[in-house]
């Protein structure tokens, strides 16, 4: 499968933007996906995931409450809704997706086999 991100951008604290991760070349209701993030610096962290059924979903104790993240199989789209942004969120934010049982998701990068290419954003003071 192949993975691409969108959505990102500038914005200000506060502000919100929703990401896009768009499956390609199988049946993306097959997979799990996985969001992360990577700031200057920085090893790449977990964000959020959702498991196949869209019914199973895990956030990182940083985004819950702010970030949501839902999909829509028959676009073959993970969305990425993140709200009430701050300047901490600065990172490039990746998509990942791996064929999982139905309700079963991960937080580490390692259980990912497909990635996407990463979308900036930048949330400024």
């Known amino acids: 499968v192949q993975l691409q991100a969108s959505g990102g951008g500038l914005v200000q604290a506060g502000d919100s933007l929703r990401l896009s991760c768009a499956a390609s070349g199988r049946t993306f209701s097959n997979y799990a996906v996985g969001w992360f993030r990577q700031a200057p610096g920085k090893e790449r962290e977990f964000v959020v995931a959702?498991?196949?059924?869209?019914?199973?979903?895990d956030y990182a104790d940083s985004v819950k409450g702010r970030f949501t993240i839902s999909r829509d199989s028959a676009k073959n789209t993970v969305y990425l809704q993140m709200n009430s942004l701050k300047p901490e969120d600065t990172a490039v934010y990746y998509c990942?997706?791996?064929?999982?049982?139905?309700?079963?998701?991960?937080?580490?990068?390692?259980?990912?086999?497909?990635w996407g290419q990463g979308t900036q954003v930048t949330v400024s003071s």
């Open positions: 959702i498991s196949r059924s869209g019914g199973i979903t």
């Open positions: 990942a997706a791996d064929i999982r049982s139905l309700h079963i998701i991960v937080r580490v990068p390692t259980g990912y086999t497909y």
